[in-house]
C-alpha cells in the first residue's frame, strides 16, 4: 500500500495540532493552578492571640496552632484543624474543617489576598458563622 505525500502531510499536519492543543491544555491547567489561592505559611489572628501554621497534610491542608495567647476558650499549641478545600475562584478555597479536640465540622472558606487572609468558618448550616482576619507572620 502506497500513501501519497500530500496523505502524509495531512497526517503530520494533524499530529502537529493535536500536540499544540494538548500544550495548551496542560498550559492553562498549570496557569489555573498557580492562579488559585494558597494560603500556606505562618499566620497571626488579627486579635494577636494565635499564630498559626498552615500546611498540606496528606490529601487536605491542616491549620496547626504554633502559640496561643489566652487558652481560657480551651485552644493550645499544637491543637489542628483539618480542612478539606477547593477553589472557588482565583483567591478563595471552599469546603469543610474538621476540629478533632471538639469533634466539629465546619464549613469553612479560606480568602487570600497577598499577606492577608480572611477565614469563615459556619456551624448549623451556615446559621452560625464567625470571621477571623490574619497577617503573614515576618
Known amino acids: 500500500m502506497r500513501i501519497s505525500s500530500k496523505g ?3 497526517g503530520s ?3 502537529a495540532v493535536l ?3 494538548a500544550a495548551l491544555m496542560s498550559t492553562t491547567a498549570v496557569s489555573y493552578a498557580q492562579q488559585s489561592a494558597d494560603p500556606s505559611g505562618v499566620w497571626l489572628r488579627d486579635d494577636g492571640n494565635a499564630r498559626v501554621r498552615i500546611a498540606p497534610c496528606g490529601n487536605n491542608i491542616c491549620a496547626t ?3 496561643i495567647g489566652d487558652t481560657s476558650k480551651g485552644e493550645e499549641a ?11 475562584s482565583a483567591n478563595t478555597l471552599a469546603g469543610t474543617a474538621y476540629d478533632a479536640k471538639r469533634d466539629r465540622t465546619y464549613a469553612i472558606t479560606v480568602q ?11 456551624i448549623l448550616g ?3 458563622c464567625k470571621n477571623v482576619h490574619w ?4
Do not use: F, H, Y
Open 126 to 128: 451556615g446559621v452560625l
Open 8 to 10: 502524509k502531510e495531512d
Open 135 to 138: 497577617q503573614s507572620a515576618p
Open 13 to 15: 499536519m494533524r499530529i
Open 78 to 88: 499544637g491543637d489542628r484543624l483539618v480542612m478539606s478545600l477547593k477553589p472557588k
Open 65 to 67: 496552632n504554633l502559640w
Open 19 to 21: 500536540t499544540a492543543c
Open 112 to 122: 487570600v489576598s497577598g499577606k492577608s487572609l480572611v477565614t469563615r468558618g459556619c
